[in-house]
């Protein structure tokens, strides 16, 4: 069974340019969760979606969107990059119907660099 | 409001010790508590959950931990280390089916030779 893609795995932008990362959960996951990982601030979450609704939402600036599709498979968007957000943006899949039972599964992680 | 707490952003013990990392949470309502391992440049391994039932869980690569509901904690030790379980390590706790799950900082583990 496959476990949890993320592409891509790098990335480098520029300030206030936008970003979109992309996330495929196990086959038959329908529960998607974002963490942002930094160095000072550690794994922090921005978002989960089940069944292509925002179920739980972390303190982020809305400049942090993501979505949900069809098929499970979700999408996170950074609009007008800062050098803040350089950081290892982290997807999660979970069977259960929620975050809080079961497992989550993560990715690899795509390393993002704002120059 | 809920939270986790882990004592120790960095812990350093020989290879052959025993492995002691420490998690206290808070919570008005009963918890589910996960550890979690990360090694580098990859993403997080479960590495064993607390739900219900038996307080003593056992999980992979022989690390075990106890949910002690009068000490608000999940401590996860390890009776003997490898210099394969350098890796960072994180605490984590929800409350419902339906709750996001709240991360620790983090625990670097380092195992000196």
């Known amino acids: 069974k496959a476990g949890v893609t993320q592409t891509p795995r790098y990335l480098i932008k520029t300030r206030g340019q936008q970003v979109t990362l992309s996330c495929s959960p196990i086959?038959?996951?329908?529960?998607v969760s974002w963490y942002q990982q930094t160095p000072g601030q550690g794994l922090q979450f921005l978002f989960e979606?089940?069944?292509?609704?925002?179920?739980n939402k972390g303190n982020f600036p809305g400049r942090f969107s993501g979505r949900q599709f069809s098929n499970s498979r979700s999408e996170m968007n950074v609009s007008t990059l800062e050098l803040g957000d350089s950081a290892l943006y982290l997807c999660?899949?979970?069977?259960?119907?929620?975050?809080?039972?079961?497992?989550?599964?993560f990715g690899p992680g795509t390393r993002l660099t704002v120059l | 409001a809920q939270s986790v707490t882990q004592l120790g952003s960095h812990v350093s013990v020989s290879e052959g010790a025993l492995v002691l990392l420490r998690c206290n949470y808070s919570?008005?309502?009963?918890?589910?508590l996960f550890w979690y391992v990360q090694y580098p440049n990859q993403g997080l391994q479960l590495l064993l959950k607390?739900?219900?039932?038996?307080?003593l869980v056992k999980g992979i690569n022989g690390f075990e931990a106890e949910f002690k509901k009068s000490e608000t904690s999940f401590h996860l030790t390890k009776p003997s280390a490898h210099m394969s379980d350098a890796a960072e390590y994180f605490c984590?706790?929800?409350?419902?089916?339906?709750?996001?799950?709240?991360f620790g900082s983090g625990t670097r583990l380092s195992i000196r030779p």
């Open positions: 607390y739900t219900t039932g038996a307080t």
């Open positions: 086959s038959g996951h329908r529960s």
């Open positions: 979606y089940f069944s292509e609704t925002q179920r």
């Open positions: 919570s008005s309502v009963p918890p589910y």
């Open positions: 984590a706790v929800s409350f419902s089916s339906a709750s996001k799950i709240i």
């Open positions: 999660a899949s979970s069977l259960a119907g929620g975050t809080g039972v079961g497992e989550q599964f």
